[in-house]
């Protein structure tokens, strides 16, 4: 049966397109052609109607291939165009196809007709299909994967336009943080997946607000809203408290869930987004600790120093003593299932708290800047670490995670020189782990700094790729070795179709650049085959081993199913 082809002629000659169309009919097409032979013409017939080809001779009367093909590009349109002349030389054809022509034929050689046609229609399908695989990226990078809910990138992204659009009419907004207290509990003593609930909570917030978009999950059991100011904002937060304390319905039980809202107000008490939530979060402690349900910020809040920031003095003092301790997560090399690299991971071994895990802390230190010589601890022990297993035969990489604050910090790169001096370590022993998000906050900046790493040695990754703020503009002019797929999408791969696409999508994305790709988050066979399958470089997660202090790794290393890659 005849493959339609919708195809348009750009070509003076009748006969010649006549030709042209019976070599394609031969091939087993059967066109639906419209021929057109000025500027004016093709515009109207691309605007009027979807083509799936277009053909162009090179020189005629009153237009040219390489005007065809701009005016083709124009209108934002990206099918194959191929030339299809009778005059064309070699390197005319060059230039042609450097400017975006995806092929040409001599006229006196139209047997190489079809199989171009072949070729570039597959093409095109291909280009299609990873245009519809970064926009899921894009999109994805602004959904809370657990909830589909706006992420705290949309949210901070939202937040800062608003305040910025207000500035002029002065409506400006109120942010409020509600922490749902009683979940984790909840979800705990039931063992659920936390998922439909916490969306429950989502939408039920959502229902008492007028716009949509302005209830984001930003992590955990906390969401964020954003509050047109104008009309009394504590009567709005009594309405949402008490919509709230109706129960919930969770697997079939009625259960009361408590909230506690921290609300800080621009501009009153700051004009910029990531201030306004960290003072809203210091509310929010006054909240649960005062058991109010809801607190706006006070500077008086700061200095009388809520829980969060007491820690945080502790946490000083147990990094300059050097109490904190890293584990370590291996990487295996999917093809050969050899070990190459493991990750450095921090925890904070607490006298009342038993071992705080990152999550609890490494947000607070950077807030707060302790990151700076928790960063210094890290580096440091992790190259003496990687160097002794080195001395004693085994050679691993390691990676340390940068915070944001970390990228940027001025003294970064005179630190990690030192780091290697002191250490005797070599910088092809290291890799530094940066988000997407550290990278977009000053784009420039991190372009500087990752360059100079990148020409000393020291290996560049960037982690949680596509929870962030996608640019890929950006990432493209990056000098880095790696990308790590987020957890999130790695886990729902199998369970999940949008999960998988994005998986493939940025194992190809990554492949396109010429970067190794890392998936995190692997705690199943399956998925380490459909890893494989899918052409993945590195695979980290629970399958193949939890992070563990360095002693029971190096058991690890000797008695685990997958191997060493190299030994020294
Ligand atoms: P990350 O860099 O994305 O690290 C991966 C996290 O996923 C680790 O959690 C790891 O234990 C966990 N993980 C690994 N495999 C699996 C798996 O198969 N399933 C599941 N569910 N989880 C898995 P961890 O150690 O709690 O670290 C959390 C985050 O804290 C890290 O995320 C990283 O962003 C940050 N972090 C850790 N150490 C440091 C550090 O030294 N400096 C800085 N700035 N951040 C750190
Ligand atoms: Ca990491
Ligand atoms: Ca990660």
Not at 371 to 396: D, F, K, S
Request: aromatic fraction near 6%; charge should be negative.
């Amino acid at each position: 049966m005849a493959t339609p082809l919708r195809a348009l002629l750009v070509e003076d000659s009748e006969d010649d397109a006549e030709l042209l169309l019976r070599q394609l009919r031969r091939g087993g097409y059967e066109p639906a052609h419209v021929r057109v032979e000025t500027p004016d013409a093709m515009s109207a017939e691309l605007a009027g109607r979807p083509w799936d080809i277009v053909f162009s001779d090179y020189t005629m009367p009153h237009f040219n291939a390489f005007d065809a093909l701009a005016l083709m590009k124009n209108t934002g349109l990206d099918l194959p165009f191929i030339i299809v002349s009778g005059t064309i030389s070699e390197d005319r054809a060059v230039i042609a196809m450097r400017a975006g022509a995806h092929d040409y034929v001599l006229k006196d050689n139209l047997n190489r007709l079809v199989p171009a046609v072949e070729r570039e229609l597959r093409e095109a399908q291909m280009r299609q299909e990873r245009r519809a695989a970064e926009e899921a990226v894009h999109r994805l990078a602004y959904t809370d994967p657990v909830t589909g809910m706006p992420n705290r990138a949309r949210f901070t992204e939202h937040a800062q336009q608003t305040i910025a659009a207000a500035r002029d009419n002065s409506r400006l907004p109120a942010l409020l943080i509600v922490d749902i207290d009683r979940f984790r509990e909840v979800n705990n003593t039931l063992g659920r997946g936390r998922g439909d609930d916490l969306l429950q909570v989502g939408l039920r917030l959502r229902g008492v607000l007028p716009a949509v978009d302005v209830v984001a999950r930003l992590g955990g059991d906390e969401f964020g809203i954003l509050l047109p100011q104008g009309g009394d904002v504590t009567e709005v937060i009594r309405n949402l408290t008490g919509f709230l304390d109706a129960p919930f319905m969770i697997g079939g039980i009625p259960i009361a869930v408590e909230v506690s809202i921290g609300v800080a107000l621009a501009p009153d008490h700051a004009a910029d987004v990531d201030t306004l939530l960290q003072w809203a979060d210091i509310a929010l402690f006054r909240a649960k600790r005062t058991a109010t349900r809801y607190a706006i910020y006070a500077p008086e809040l700061n200095r009388r120093s809520p829980e969060r920031l007491g820690l945080m003095a502790e946490l000083r003092h147990a990094v300059e003593q050097r109490r904190l301790m890293l584990h370590f997560q291996p990487k295996m090399a999917i093809k050969t299932g050899r070990i190459v690299a493991t990750e450095a991971l921090v925890r904070w071994p607490h006298p009342s708290r038993g071992l705080l895990m990152p999550d609890e802390f490494i947000g607070a230190a950077e807030l707060t800047g302790i990151i700076g010589p928790l960063t210094r601890w890290v580096l440091y022990e992790a190259l003496n670490r990687c160097h002794t297993m080195r001395r004693q035969g085994t050679r691993l990489r390691v990676s340390v995670n940068l915070s944001a604050r970390s990228l940027h910090a001025p003294d970064l790169l005179e630190m990690i020189e030192g780091a290697l001096t002191d250490t005797g370590a070599g910088p092809e022993q290291l890799m530094l782990e940066v988000t997407e998000s550290a990278i977009m906050l000053s784009p420039e900046r991190a372009k500087e700094t990752l360059t100079i790493l990148s020409r000393i040695g020291v290996g560049v990754s960037i982690d949680d790729f596509g929870t962030g703020y996608t640019s890929l503009a950006i990432i493209k002019r990056l000098p880095i070795d790696e990308i790590k797929i987020d957890k999130s999408f790695v886990m729902g791969m199998l369970a999940d179709k949008k999960d998988a696409v994005i998986v493939r999508a940025v194992i190809e994305l990554g492949h396109n650049l010429g970067l190794s790709v890392v998936a995190e988050g692997v705690e199943t066979q399956e998925t380490l085959d459909a890893l494989a399958a899918l052409g993945c470089d590195e695979a980290q997660g629970y399958f193949i081993c939890k992070p563990q202090a360095c002693g029971p790794l190096k058991n690890w290393l000797l008695t685990s199913p997958w191997k060493l890659e190299a030994t020294a």
